[in-house]
């Protein structure tokens, strides 16, 4: 089939990857040219344009920054995307978004589906993502078909519509959030108290916050955070979607969206998330 793919910032570029290995004819569009020129030499054609992307496009997916890029790439500008063709959409947004932009899909002819993602680019690359299916029962089984493919099969979870996924993603990645910044604090609370650092991370492997330690523990001790996985940036533009979709207040997500705006400003955005556990002293 022929699939149009939007977006080819650090996730889209490993997920596309699978495409084009899996011998699909993929046609790929960025907005800077750098990276559609990568992928153009692993076997993509490289459109100009996104219209021209989606031109004769059997799916379209779309791997962006938010759900603002969303509307500034598809539904303000009417992506021509052919009608009856098929718009996974991978970027993370809110439930209500997820609304949206179904309502503009349904107008313009085009089956939407919701898929994002959960897990950083290691995994990403090695196919074993977690990802997340919402829509129409014969939609989601035909993306399942596709998804899959940067998927690990134990964690691929199927819903009845796109804003479940939204919210599934929303959910997980405050888990996530919320276990960082709890591993930054128990380092400081820890090496503050006569544990060393290493003692800290072997005390934490029995606990219910291991996997976030040894997943992250080491580059925290060694403060080193250049080795993005999943960007400061990203994560706080995911709990702003949390804090505006929650109905209640969401006190510890307010806590990490605040010190990731620290980092943020302090230059830190493109770095890894964990950048949060750096010395604040």
Same mark, same amino acid.
């Given at each position: 089939?022929?699939?149009?793919?939007?977006?080819?910032?650090?996730?889209?570029?490993?997920?596309v990857?699978h495409?084009i290995d899996? =011998?699909?004819?993929?046609?790929?569009?960025?907005?800077?040219?750098?990276?559609?020129?990568?992928?153009?030499?692993? &076997?993509?054609?490289v459109?100009?344009?996104a219209?021209?992307?989606?031109?004769?496009?059997?799916?379209?997916? #779309?791997?962006?920054?938010?759900?603002?890029?969303?509307?500034?790439?598809? %539904?303000?500008p009417?992506? +021509?995307?052919? /009608?009856? $063709?098929?718009?996974?959409?991978?970027?993370?947004?809110?439930? *209500?978004?997820?609304?949206?932009?179904?309502?503009?899909?349904?107008?313009? =002819?085009?089956?939407?589906?919701?898929?994002? %993602? %959960?897990? *950083?680019?290691? +995994? !990403?690359?090695?196919?074993?993502?977690a990802?997340?299916?919402?829509?129409?029962?014969?939609?989601? /089984?035909? $993306? /399942?078909?596709?998804?899959?493919?940067?998927?690990?099969?134990?964690?691929?979870?199927?819903?009845?519509?796109?804003?479940?996924?939204?919210?599934?993603?929303?959910?997980?990645?405050?888990?996530? $959030?919320?276990? @960082?910044?709890?591993?930054?604090?128990t380092?400081?609370? &820890?090496?503050?108290?006569?544990? #060393?650092?290493?003692?800290?991370?072997?005390?934490?492997g029995i606990t219910?916050? !291991? +996997?976030?330690?040894? @997943?992250?523990g080491?580059?925290?001790?060694d403060g080193e955070?250049d080795?993005?996985?999943? #960007?400061?940036?990203?994560?706080?533009?995911?709990? /702003?979607l949390m804090?505006?979709?929650?109905?209640?207040?969401? +006190?510890?997500?307010?806590?990490?969206?605040?010190?990731?705006?620290?980092?943020i400003?302090? &230059?830190?955005?493109?770095k890894?998330?964990?950048?949060?556990?750096?010395?604040?002293?």
């Amino acid at each position: 089939m022929n699939i149009a793919f939007l977006g080819l910032g650090r996730m889209g570029r490993e997920l596309v990857t699978h495409l084009i290995d899996g =011998g699909q004819r993929v046609t790929v569009w960025n907005r800077s040219p750098e990276p559609a020129a990568a992928v153009g030499r692993r &076997g993509a054609r490289v459109a100009r344009s996104a219209a021209e992307a989606v031109e004769g496009a059997d799916v379209v997916i #779309s791997v962006l920054f938010g759900p603002d890029a969303v509307r500034e790439v598809i %539904v303000e500008p009417a992506l +021509p995307v052919p /009608r009856g $063709a098929l718009w996974i959409d991978v970027t993370t947004v809110s439930p *209500s978004d997820t609304e949206e932009f179904a309502r503009w899909a349904s107008d313009a =002819g085009v089956r939407y589906v919701h898929s994002p %993602v %959960v897990g *950083s680019l290691a +995994p !990403a690359r090695a196919g074993s993502l977690a990802v997340l299916v919402g829509g129409d029962h014969d939609d989601v /089984r035909e $993306a /399942r078909g596709l998804v899959s493919l940067w998927a690990d099969p134990d964690k691929l979870r199927t819903f009845d519509a796109p804003g479940k996924a939204a919210a599934a993603k929303l959910v997980a990645n405050l888990a996530l $959030a919320v276990s @960082m910044e709890a591993l930054s604090e128990t380092i400081r609370l &820890g090496t503050a108290a006569g544990l #060393s650092g290493e003692e800290v991370l072997t005390t934490l492997g029995i606990t219910t916050i !291991a +996997p976030i330690a040894g @997943m992250k523990g080491k580059l925290v001790l060694d403060g080193e955070f250049d080795d993005t996985q999943f #960007s400061a940036a990203l994560l706080a533009k995911d709990l /702003r979607l949390m804090l505006s979709t929650a109905d209640a207040p969401l +006190p510890a997500a307010a806590l990490v969206a605040a010190e990731l705006q620290r980092a943020i400003e302090a &230059g830190d955005g493109e770095k890894d998330f964990s950048v949060i556990a750096r010395d604040r002293g």
